[in-house]
């Protein structure tokens, strides 16, 4: 019997393969938000933590709100800002931030859950450092600043003409009004949250916050672009944003200082004046969260963080606070 050449084979084999119809593969159904029910427009806005300082919105619990929020120096800066500019910015309204929101039903004792529904940022960004502030303060004498045009359509920053960055918006004020009538400045973290700038608070993750007061009096800003965990300059791509949040009141449920989870892990954080402080809170209070939510001891909760628990610096320049958070996976409970 005659054999057919291997290219003749391997010809035919390809001529077979064109001639088949091509199936595409079956698109993925286009996200659909809830609408937002609320609106808080960003000239609304306060730059202290205070009890006193009056409610701008009202909402029934369970409400869908979307939040406009400044860049942190509430609109002093721009795309055609310069180091002069930035040099001149008022610390004084540093953080702008959008709100109190009155939630209804909300209590002292009572947690509140922020679920970030979508974070839409701005057409711009800036980052700025000097040598007063950041973690490296008083080590060295490098001044910079720099503006951006954000390409929404890619999702990117350029950098600079070698480097391009996938943004990951998220707020880097989420707080509650804090149980005094005195005027707190924004920047270190708290127990009622705050100026936490942890990047990991992004679209899809819920933020519990631990309520002091009446109504809660939730504001949000200090919107970024993109950071790195630790923020170590002070600055991130600092932006403006649209926040879509469902805004929800759980009674029952006591924590210290904030906690957040998305469908993958849940997160404890804990603020302190170092980084050994902040990392024991948060791991007890991933301890407690783990022994009370999975019936485990509190000695086998311990361990389990061990094994699965990850610490993770979210910033280092709030002073005098830094924030430490610690994650665990959620697939390895049955």
Not at 1 to 28: D, H, R, S, V, W
Not at 66 to 86: I, R
Not at 103 to 130: K, S, Y
Not at 142 to 168: C, R, S, W
Request: net charge negative.
């Amino acid at each position: 019997m005659k054999k057919t050449p291997l290219f003749l084979l391997a010809l035919t084999a390809l001529i077979a393969c064109k001639n088949e119809t091509t199936t595409e593969p079956p698109a993925m159904p286009e996200e659909v938000l809830p609408k937002a029910e609320y609106s808080l427009t960003a000239d609304k806005t306060h730059d202290k933590f205070s009890s006193t300082i009056p409610y701008q919105l009202q909402v029934p619990d369970g409400s869908v709100v979307e939040v406009f929020t400044l860049e942190a120096t509430g609109g002093q800066l721009n795309l055609q800002s310069t180091m002069e500019d930035f040099e001149k910015v008022d610390m004084d309204k540093v953080h702008t931030l959008t709100g109190p929101i009155y939630v209804e039903g909300a209590e002292a004792g009572d947690v509140l859950a922020v679920e970030i529904l979508d974070l839409e940022p701005g057409d711009w960004g800036w980052t700025g450092m000097g040598p007063d502030f950041g973690f490296l303060a008083g080590e060295t004498e490098e001044h910079g600043f720099k503006t951006y045009a954000l390409d929404k359509e890619n999702n990117t920053v350029n950098f600079n003409e070698n480097i391009t960055i996938p943004l990951k918006p998220f707020l880097g004020v989420i707080g509650v009004a804090p149980p005094t009538e005195e005027m707190l400045v924004t920047f270190p973290p708290r127990a009622n949250g705050g100026n936490m700038d942890d990047p990991n608070m992004v679209k899809g993750t819920t933020v519990y916050l631990p309520v002091f007061v009446e109504g809660a009096l939730l504001s949000l800003g200090d919107s970024h672009a993109v950071q790195g965990l630790g923020e170590v300059v002070g600055t991130a791509v600092e932006c403006d944003m649209r926040a879509l949040v469902r805004i929800s009141v759980i009674k029952g449920k006591k924590i210290t200082e904030p906690q957040y989870e998305t469908e993958d892990y849940y997160a404890t954080t804990g603020y302190g004046t170092t980084i050994d402080e902040a990392a024991k809170k948060a791991t007890r209070y991933m301890i407690t969260h783990i022994s009370e939510t999975y019936d485990m001891s509190e000695g086998d909760a311990y361990m389990l963080c061990s094994l699965i628990g990850d610490l993770k610096i979210a910033e280092v320049v709030d002073m005098p606070h830094m924030l430490v958070t610690m994650h665990i996976p959620k697939d390895v409970f049955n």
